[in-house]
């Protein structure tokens, strides 16, 4: 089975840290994808990796870093968290092919205070 | 542009009815479609997917969706709901360039026994 693994299950952060969010999955999967959860607007993509080293934006980038310097690991910074990053974070994974899946972490609930 | 709709924020059900959610899609050529459900404090697990072929497809946990290219239309459905059913549910299609998923809001839904 594919395991896409998230470094915390919840994490308490002040205003003005950075924040290290670290995602893992061990299935050689060529894309990885991060995506913040909030209620009533679903998820949304913060930013999505197809390569070791490449990414691109998603549709809420602004306030986020992406790195991705080995295949199976893909973290997300907030290089200065603030109040309104409080959010459920959710890591995925997935192979090249279009009609391939998304496989999850099980999120990291992030409160900044 | 692609986009997902799910109309239902909120459904209410009895344990052992039938279960419909309703999805809409925007996208102009085949889309490649995907249920999700998440349960409390869990990250997404896939229900089913249809890219191709019998515009019926099964899924695990006794769920099916049937595509209708007419009505833009990927609508979930249970002919008997279980309490263990009690979950968000998120709906998704592929885009363009193949990589990024566009979800809909999700729909939660609640089961009385």
């Known amino acids: 089975d594919v395991k896409v693994t998230q470094s915390s299950r919840y994490l308490v952060k002040r205003t003005g840290e950075k924040v290290f969010l670290e995602c893992v999955q061990d299935m050689d999967h060529e894309n990885m994808f991060w995506y913040r959860q909030d209620p009533g607007l679903g998820l949304r993509l913060i930013y999505f990796s197809y390569d070791v080293k490449m990414k691109e934006k998603g549709d809420i980038p602004e306030g986020y870093s992406v790195s991705r310097e080995k295949k199976e690991r893909f973290s997300l910074i907030l290089e200065s968290a603030s109040t309104n990053q409080t959010s459920m974070y959710l890591c995925?994974?997935?192979?090249?092919?279009?009609?391939?899946?998304?496989?999850f972490g099980p999120g990291t609930r992030l409160t900044v205070l | 542009a692609q986009s997902v709709t799910q109309p239902d924020i909120h459904i209410t059900v009895s344990e052992g009815a039938s279960l419909e959610l309703r999805c809409n899609y925007s996208?102009?050529?085949?889309?490649?479609l995907f249920w999700y459900v998440q349960s409390p404090g869990q990250g997404l697990q896939l229900l089913l997917k249809?890219?191709?072929?019998?515009?019926l497809v099964q899924g695990i946990k006794g769920f099916e969706a049937e595509f209708k290219r007419s009505q833009s239309s990927f609508n979930l459905r249970k002919p008997s709901v279980h309490w263990s059913d009690a979950a968000e549910y998120f709906c998704a299609v592929v885009g363009d360039t193949g990589n990024q998923f566009y979800f809909g809001t999700g729909t939660s839904l609640t089961v009385i026994p």
């Open positions: 995925a994974s997935r192979a090249g092919q279009r009609y391939n899946e998304q496989f």
């Open positions: 996208y102009g050529a085949t889309p490649y």
């Open positions: 249809y890219f191709s072929g019998d515009t």
